[in-house]
């Protein structure tokens, strides 16, 4: 099983971007989807959830700005990112599995993530 995040980049403050995450080697279609970020010297933490039927959650830090979608037919979620922030700077990762883990982040191993840089 392969994860691979894609997407970021530089972008200005208010912009926004569009990080995709691919699943390979497994159909992820009865898995719940997580997206995570880690900026530097902090701890990974949650960005969204999103489950096998669609409903989606998100950390207050970016709830209304954030939304997270899939389309289970190519093994694929997506974060969208609108009037991003300079806080909102960090790599970001995607992870998927049973929906306890995924609001852990409790995983054997993580994909390469992406590294998103807002600028003020």
């Known amino acids: 099983v392969q994860l691979q995040a894609s997407g970021g980049g530089l972008v200005q403050a208010g912009g926004s971007l569009r990080l995709s995450c691919a699943v390979s080697?497994?159909?992820?279609?009865?898995?719940?989807m997580g997206w995570y970020r880690q900026a530097p010297g902090k701890q990974r933490e949650l960005v969204a959830t999103?489950?096998?039927?669609?409903?989606?959650n998100y950390a207050d830090s970016v709830k209304g700005r954030f939304t997270a979608s899939r389309n289970n037919a190519a093994n694929t979620a997506f974060l969208s990112m609108n009037s991003l922030k300079p806080e909102d700077t960090a790599v970001y990762y995607c992870?998927?599995?049973?929906?306890?883990?995924?609001?852990?982040?409790?995983?054997?191993?993580w994909g390469r993530g992406t590294l998103v840089t807002v600028s003020s």
């Open positions: 992870n998927y599995g049973k929906f306890g883990a995924v609001v852990t982040g409790v995983f054997d191993s």
């Open positions: 080697g497994r159909i992820f279609s009865n898995n719940a």
């Open positions: 999103i489950t096998s039927g669609g409903a989606t």
